[in-house]
């Protein structure tokens, strides 16, 4: 698959990627930031025709991974973009010792679920409290009213996947149909409180599209979705 563009200065890559037998794709979105330099968010497997295609937009300002799970094709960026700024979130640098963190998502159970601002201009970010094995932080492009999620939402709709992939997200995971925080996204949830109080704070930017991690994008009635998908919560 190539680039799409998704909306003004936003791009979305949605790659395979197979786990446990399940095929759920990985998707990576790039950002043009107001540098002319380029974002790009939990980056997929690394190949020459996608660097080709990002290289021609711009050069590779920051590299971002927006979770502890989303983490498993950064290698091999790190070494084509030795000058980008590597930002994750806390816990990575103990994770994996030898990469250049430059930055580390600011966030945590005992702050305040609105972190300070790194690309203010861009984007606006909330730590996804509450969930400390996950450590995901949500990222709001302000231009086009587009929330960017890693794993918070999962969307496969009927007919989306197949075979085991279908019996998977159907019967175990219980995330096939509408969009949804899957049964184990769910699991690791250890304070609902305070993951209710960062979901709330998403709310109030009323997003109106999703770019998600795997499954399809959501392009319209982001706001309601989110709210549906979190309503055990809320």
């Known amino acids: 698959m190539a680039l799409n563009a998704f909306a003004s200065n936003l791009w979305e890559y949605n790659s395979p990627m197979t786990r446990a037998g399940l095929r759920l794709g ?16 939990s980056p997929a497997k690394f190949s020459p025709s996608l660097r080709n295609e ?4 711009g050069p590779v300002e920051a590299i971002v991974a927006p979770s502890l799970f989303h983490d498993s094709f950064l290698p091999k960026w790190i070494k084509a973009y030795p000058k980008a700024s590597l930002v994750g979130p806390s816990g990575m640098r103990k994770m994996h010792s030898g990469w250049p963190v430059k930055e580390t998502l600011k966030g ?11 690309w203010p201009e861009t984007f606006e ?12 932080h949500v990222f709001f492009h302000r231009e086009t009213g587009t929330l960017i999620v890693a794993d918070l939402i999962f969307h496969f709709p009927e007919g989306s996947l197949k075979g085991w992939s279908r ?8 995330a096939y149909g509408e969009p949804v925080a899957t049964r184990l ?15 709330r704070a998403i709310l109030e ?23 549906r998908a979190y309503g055990f919560l809320l």
């Not at 990985?26 to 002319?36: K, N």
């Not at 945590?108 to 790194?118: F, H, I, K, Q, W």
Request: aromatic letters at 6%.
């Open 167 to 174: 019996f998977a997200m159907k019967h175990l995971n219980a």
């Open 205 to 227: 930017w009323n997003p109106q599209k999703i770019i998600v991690g795997h499954g399809r994008n959501i392009t319209e009635n982001g706001r309601a979705v989110l709210e």
């Open 108 to 118: 945590g159970p005992n702050t305040d679920a609105v972190p300070e601002l790194l």
């Open 54 to 57: 990002i290289d021609q937009l």
């Open 185 to 199: 996204f769910r699991s690791q949830i250890k304070e609902p409180d305070q993951l209710a109080k960062s979901i």
């Open 125 to 136: 970010r909330v730590f996804i409290a509450g969930m400390p094995k996950v450590n995901e």
């Open 26 to 41: 990985h998707r990576m979105t790039v950002a043009r930031l107001p540098s002319g330099g380029l974002w790009v968010h």
